[in-house]
């Protein structure tokens, strides 16, 4: 079973929580917006640490290193995807500035029967987008994700409220 690992960038907007998403790059998903977005992930290789792998991909599928943050990591747990790949994703808040990211890239034959490999971009851009939109964008395996953020940053902000 492949083991991905991803980490989720958030950031708070006049008290809306925005968080940071990749567009798929290659032919398939080009005009495709609603499902065409991913938190950045990748493979875990054998034996590395999930969480190890997560800040790896970052750096590799967004071409900068994450940025750094004040508090821990939050732990999103594992979903699985409709594939059947599992990912597990981990939450930081921070800033980060989308126009800045150069992804890694992939080879892939286009157009289809051609015999021409061509390179694309595991990811053609970024955005930060409030939760609610980006649950509409995001592949739905991913969904669940999104949903625990919201859950924790709820949780967090009533037990900062409380007396």
Same mark, same amino acid.
């Given at each position: 079973?492949?083991?991905?690992?991803?980490?989720?960038?958030? &950031?708070?907007?006049?008290?809306?929580?925005?968080?940071?998403?990749?567009?798929?790059?290659?032919? +398939?998903?080009?005009?495709?917006?609603?499902?065409?977005?991913?938190?950045?992930?990748?493979?875990?290789?054998?034996?590395?640490?999930?969480?190890?792998? *997560?800040?790896?991909?970052?750096?590799?599928?967004?071409?900068?290193?994450?940025?750094?943050?004040? *508090?821990?990591? +939050?732990?999103?747990?594992?979903?699985?995807?409709?594939?059947?790949?599992?990912?597990? *994703?981990?939450?930081?808040?921070?800033?980060?500035?989308? $126009? $800045?990211?150069?992804?890694?890239?992939?080879? +892939?034959?286009?157009?289809? &029967?051609?015999?021409?490999?061509?390179?694309?971009?595991?990811?053609?851009?970024?955005?930060?987008?409030? +939760?609610?939109?980006?649950?509409?964008?995001?592949?739905?395996?991913?969904?669940?994700?999104?949903?625990?953020?919201?859950?924790?940053? *709820?949780?967090?902000?009533?037990?900062?409220?409380?007396?």
């Amino acid at each position: 079973m492949k083991q991905s690992a991803g980490l989720v960038l958030y &950031r708070f907007r006049d008290d809306v929580v925005e968080v940071l998403l990749g567009h798929m790059g290659g032919p +398939l998903w080009a005009r495709k917006d609603a499902g065409g977005w991913t938190i950045p992930k990748g493979e875990v290789e054998p034996g590395e640490d999930g969480h190890a792998a *997560a800040l790896r991909e970052f750096a590799e599928e967004l071409g900068v290193p994450a940025p750094t943050a004040e *508090a821990p990591d +939050l732990d999103l747990g594992t979903v699985r995807q409709r594939a059947g790949k599992l990912v597990a *994703a981990w939450a930081r808040e921070a800033e980060l500035d989308v $126009t $800045t990211i150069s992804s890694n890239t992939f080879a +892939l034959e286009w157009p289809p &029967r051609s015999g021409r490999m061509q390179e694309f971009p595991e990811l053609d851009r970024a955005g930060w987008f409030p +939760l609610s939109r980006a649950r509409g964008l995001v592949v739905a395996g991913q969904v669940p994700l999104l949903d625990r953020l919201e859950e924790h940053l *709820a949780d967090a902000r009533d037990r900062a409220v409380e007396p």
